[in-house]
C-alpha cells in the first residue's frame, strides 16, 4: 500500500495511504486554512505514483501543478504575481531542481505528467465538445437488464441536459423529458446510435406508440411536439448553443490514462448554469466509464473538485 508524505509536524512526517481514496473524501477548514494547498500536496504525490487525476477548478488554483512539464505553459493558470513568472515556462522545471535538491527524483516524477488544462469560452486553454451524446452506451442493454435503475441514471441525464439546452419550460417542460427519454430508450435497447437531427425527426414523430401506458397523442399532442423540435433545433442553429459542440472529444478515457492531469478551469465558463451545466456533462462521462471498469480496493483514479461548496449549495438552490 503506497503512503505519500502530506507534511511534517517537527521531525515526524506525516504520511497517508493513497488507497483509502478509493471511497470519498473532503477537505473542511476557515477561508485561508490551507485547505487547497493540502490538496494540491496529494494531488502532487498522487501523480508521483502515475494515478492520474481530473481536477475542476473554479478558481483558478490548480493549473500550476503543470510547473514542472517542460512541454506545457502553465503561467496563464496559476497566480504568479511576481517577477519569476516572466521566465521561460521551461526554465521552471530547471530551476525547482537546482533549488530543492533534496526533491529532485520527486520533480523527475513530475515531469512524467502530461498537462492539459481546459477552459470553456476562452481561447487560453484547450475546448472540449459538451453537447449532450447521443450515441448508444455500450451494452447498454446488459447492464440494465441486470440493473433496472441504471436506465435512469444513463438517459435522464441526457435527456435533462437537452431540455435544459432548448431552454424548455413550464408546462412542456416535464412531457418534453419523458418523450426525449422514451426515444432514447427505445433506440438505445437496439443499440441504435442517435444525433441531434434524428432526434429532432423522432420527436415530431416518434417511433413510439405508447409512451408509458397513454397512447402517444394523448401523452403529447403532435403541435406540442412541434414545438419542442423547433427548441431543439436550437442547438443546431443558436451560436452560443452551437458553441457546445466545438472543440475536441469528451473522452475520460484517454483523461484518466497513467501519468495524466486533467484541469477543467472554469474561471471563464459564463453564467453559474452554464459551469454547472460542465460539470454535470463530465460527471456523466466518467460516471459511465467506471461503470464499465467496476471497483477495485486500489486507487486508480483520482477525481478532485475545489470549492465544492458553491457547487452543492443549501436548499432551497437546486444545482443539477
Known sequence: MVRVHLGSSGKKKLLYKLDSLTRHAAVIGTTGSGKTVMCKILIEEALQQGIPVIAIDPKGDIGSLGITDKNFDFRPFGDLNNVSASKKASEYVDNLKETNVKYRQSIDRLRRVKTQIYTLKCSAGKHVALMPKLEAPKKFKELTEVDPLLIANFVEPVSENIIQLADITGALKEKAQSLVSSILIHNWEKNTDLTIEELIKQVITPPLELVGSLPLEDFIKEKDRKKLAASINLLLTS?????????????????????????FDLRFSGTTEDKQ????????????????????????????????????????ANPP
Open 239 to 263: 451560436p452560443s448553443k452551437k458553441a457546445w459542440a466545438h472543440g475536441e472529444k469528451l473522452d475520460v478515457s484517454e483523461m484518466l490514462k497513467r501519468n495524466t492531469l486533467t484541469v
Open 277 to 316: 451545466f460542465i460539470v454535470d456533462r463530465l460527471m456523466q462521462e466518467i460516471y459511465k466509464f467506471l461503470l464499465q471498469r467496476g471497483g477495485s480496493d486500489k486507487l486508480k483514479f483520482i477525481l478532485y473538485f475545489d470549492e465544492l461548496a458553491g457547487f452543492l449549495p443549501p436548499a432551497p
